[in-house]
């Protein structure tokens, strides 16, 4: 809501009445918050919103348990509605807005640009007309002249669509639907398990010691193959994150950032994008691709590709666990609630810390744990 126009006014009773899933307020002192888009997304669970709905949540804000960061308010900004207000300014408001959507009519043809980009800045604070980029463009040839104000910019997180490439099947390109991932390389995963076990079971393959000492490798060893390539992709995954992802690109380089913002930037800046939650396809076969070719190098045949499907496989949960951190509504004192607070608090607060997705196994020894809070 701009700055410049009248709040709404909201009674007690209006705000209390408003306390469903369909339909979610909540209080913060006097200012009024629609958060029902944000149900689903809370890290600790949408009971715990609802909970409270109807009521004031700036002691919630403040913790303990948890304090809330300062992108935590500004997203929560976002959802700003009104204000709480006499009985009788609520009343005068609410006649208004019935007359007001009674005597409008705007049909579809005749929408106006300004009204367009009303429906597209919805449920966000972002001004579109004093943002560092224009929204109304495609932002993937704009962040690289950012320069030293990009890091800031990408880590305020927004809640709205971003638009990378005005090209339509460039863009296309860019998205993709969780269930593409297991759809594409679960088969993959299955049909390789099955190859490198009975391959095993025919008792062809030996690891040579010495020119006359050799070892079978017996089928029975699959699963062991097959986890050493899961334990090894979550390292590769803790990398990948770490050093690429969040690689600091310099504020002087226009393509490292614009590169930076293309892999993960733009995640950051709009973590709650259902279609860019997980790897299209197409690109994710690079990083398979090198996988697989790396391990038939270290390893003979059938070894390096039962530990590449053990890989690929940890790949796939790495990518489904990546999803629900961000949209699944996991039961609270359960492993993946708190890997879920987890993953939340490093693109809220902690950018630098708290790289590991499917595990924070990783974190411990390279020290990028995020701290525990301390009130």
């Given at each position: 809501m701009s700055p410049l126009t009248s709040p709404k006014f909201f009674s007690e009773k209006e705000v209390a009445r408003h306390c469903t899933k369909d339909s979610c307020w909540v209080l913060q002192g006097t200012k009024v918050y629609d958060v029902t888009a944000f149900l689903r997304m809370h890290p600790g669970g949408e009971s715990l919103i609802l909970r409270r709905s109807g009521k004031d949540v700036s002691q919630v804000m403040e913790g303990p348990p948890h304090r809330h960061s300062d992108n935590?308010?500004?997203?929560?900004?976002?959802?700003?509605?009104?204000?709480l207000g006499r009985e009788s300014?609520?009343?005068?408001?609410?006649?208004?807005r019935e007359r007001r959507n009674a005597t409008e009519q705007t049909p579809d043809e005749n929408v106006t640009n300004k009204d367009k980009n009303a429906l597209?800045?919805?449920?966000s604070s972002v001004d579109l007309d004093k943002d560092?980029?224009?929204?109304r463009?495609?932002?993937?040839?704009?962040?690289?002249?950012?320069?030293?104000?990009?890091?800031?910019?990408?880590?305020q997180p927004v809640d709205?669509?971003?638009r990378l490439f005005g090209n339509p099947f460039l863009e296309a390109g860019t998205k993709t639907s969780w269930y593409w991932v297991p759809v594409v390389w679960l088969p993959i995963v299955l049909y390789f398990s099955w190859y490198c076990y009975t391959?095993?079971?025919r008792g062809t393959t030996?690891?040579?010691l010495t020119s006359d000492v050799s070892i079978r490798i017996h089928e029975y060893f699959f699963p062991l193959l097959f986890l050493t390539g899961w334990f090894l992709w979550s390292f590769i995954e803790y990398c990948i994150h770490r050093f690429v992802f969040h690689m600091n690109p310099p504020a002087h380089n226009y393509y490292l950032i614009t590169i930076h913002f293309l892999l993960h930037g733009q995640h950051h800046k709009s973590p709650f994008d259902g279609s860019r939650l997980v790897f299209p396809p197409g690109l994710a076969s690079l990083v398979v691709g090198s996988f697989y070719g790396i391990l038939r190098i270290m390893l003979p045949d059938i070894l390096g590709l039962s530990v590449f499907v053990g890989g690929l496989c940890g790949y796939v949960v790495y990518d489904m666990i990546h999803y629900y951190l961000h949209y699944g509504s996991p039961k609270k004192g359960s492993y993946m609630y708190s890997l879920k607070a987890y993953h939340v608090k490093h693109h809220f607060e902690h950018q630098k810390a708290g790289f590991g997705i499917t595990s924070t196994f990783w974190d411990h020894p390279f020290n990028t744990v995020i701290p525990e809070e301390k009130f």
């Open positions: 935590a308010r500004r997203w929560m900004e976002q959802y700003y509605i009104g204000e300014d609520a009343e005068e408001t609410q006649i208004l597209f800045d919805r449920c560092l980029v224009d929204w463009k495609p932002l993937a040839w704009q962040v690289g002249y950012l320069g030293e104000k990009y890091d800031a910019w990408v880590h709205r669509p971003i391959a095993l079971a030996r690891i040579l």
